[in-house]
């Protein structure tokens, strides 16, 4: 099965992307088998956390199979390279910069690259994206994603990141938004792991389209 339908049907069964931003190594196995035990498919440990090429390679080797790991704040195509051969699959970036989408895609990885304009999202469409961040999303509202999805290609996922809370949820998805990003609302350091079930629990409910149990 290829990177990108995995991808695809991770994305399909909860389209969150859980953002660890300053895990450790020696914790990241029990958070990340916590969120995947509440449904978290797809999770990414930012580049600026302590040792993260250490937490992806432990993650995407506990979660095999059950959830599909990598990087965030990936700002350079070299970086691409080291998330591989630490068995990420995910390149998760800040901003929109064509040469990691192109070495992403050229490594066999999942390219989720930030936007915030629509030359932006265009241009990451264009690399070979294969979905999109609107980021900063609370610079942006729903209206702005309403006019963009207007004109953006229908079949590209976008997730809203940035200031996403359950409540909150709902005005985006009705302006198109295909999933979100979750950061500090689910994971920061010092949180306690019945917190984070807690936490993963609600946003997980929270996404499910109306009427799904």
């Known amino acids: 099965m290829s990177v990108d339908t995995r991808f695809r049907n991770a994305f399909a069964k909860c389209p969150l992307v859980a953002i660890l931003r300053g895990v450790r190594p020696d914790e990241v196995e029990g958070v990340g088998e916590a969120l995947a035990e509440a449904g978290f498919t797809l999770i990414e440990v930012p580049l600026n956390s302590p040792d993260p090429f250490d937490s992806i390679a432990r993650l995407a080797r506990r979660l095999d199979g059950a ?4 990087a965030g704040t990936v700002t350079g195509p070299d970086q ?12 998760v ?35 070979g994206a294969h979905a999109l961040k609107l980021f900063p999303a609370e610079a942006a509202s729903p209206k702005v994603l309403k006019a963009q999805r207007a004109v953006l290609p229908p ?6 990141v940035g200031g ?10 009705a302006a198109g ?22 936490r993963a629990a609600r946003f997980v409910a929270a996404a499910k389209p109306e009427g799904a149990t």
């Open 67 to 70: 959830a599909m790991a990598g």
């Open 80 to 91: 691409v390279s080291r998330v591989r051969d630490a068995g990420g699959e995910l390149i």
């Open 93 to 127: 970036s800040p901003n929109t910069d064509v040469s990691v989408i192109a070495a992403t895609v050229e490594a066999g990885l999942v390219s989720l690259p930030g936007y915030f304009t629509p030359s932006e999202a265009f241009a990451a469409a264009r690399a």
């Open 155 to 160: 079949s590209l996922p976008v997730l809203v």
């Open 164 to 173: 996403v809370t359950p409540e909150g949820m709902d005005p985006w998805k």
């Open 177 to 198: 938004a295909s999933g979100f990003g979750i950061g500090s609302a689910l994971y920061a350091p010092g949180v306690t792991l019945p917190e984070i079930r807690e």
